[in-house]
């Protein structure tokens, strides 16, 4: 499974740095693969966010581009998604998502289909 943290409440123009890492997978190395970051509010369905592939390429959603910076550790097998500029708005639940396959991303904003593994979830609330 996919376990985030780092969520939590911060103010308007704060910022959080969320991670995710990867147990219970046999032999799979999640930032072997196509890894993304997504969040979900209520009523509405996951919105991705980004993207980063084995090699490290990124790609971000317009609506956080430029605010939030996608990476991973590959020696801790970890991911995580720094999040600056804060607003209202970004308040979410945000997921981290791998696929179980493939190395390369779509080159696309991430959507849900590209994944199979996901994580429970972290509550990020700004005020």
């Known amino acids: 499974q996919l376990v985030e943290s780092g969520g939590g409440s911060v103010q308007t123009g704060g910022s959080l740095r969320l991670s995710c890492t990867a147990s219970?997978?046999?032999?799979?190395?999640?930032?072997?693969?196509?890894l993304g970051w997504f969040r979900q509010t209520p009523g509405k369905g996951r919105q991705g966010l980004a993207s980063?592939?084995?090699?490290?390429?990124?790609v971000y959603a317009p609506s956080v581009k430029g605010r939030f910076t996608i990476s991973k550790d590959n020696a801790r097998d970890t991911l995580y998604l720094q999040m600056d500029s804060l607003k209202p708005d970004d308040s979410a639940i945000y997921y981290c998502?791998?696929?179980?396959?493939?190395?390369?991303?779509?080159?696309?904003?991430?959507?849900?289909?590209?994944?199979?593994?996901w994580g429970q979830g972290t509550q990020v609330t700004v005020s």
């Open positions: 980063i592939d084995a090699d490290g390429t990124t």
């Open positions: 219970g997978y046999t032999g799979y190395y999640a930032t072997r693969h196509c």
């Open positions: 998502a791998a696929d179980s396959v493939y190395d390369f991303c779509s080159g696309f904003v991430p959507t849900e289909g590209d994944f199979q593994y």
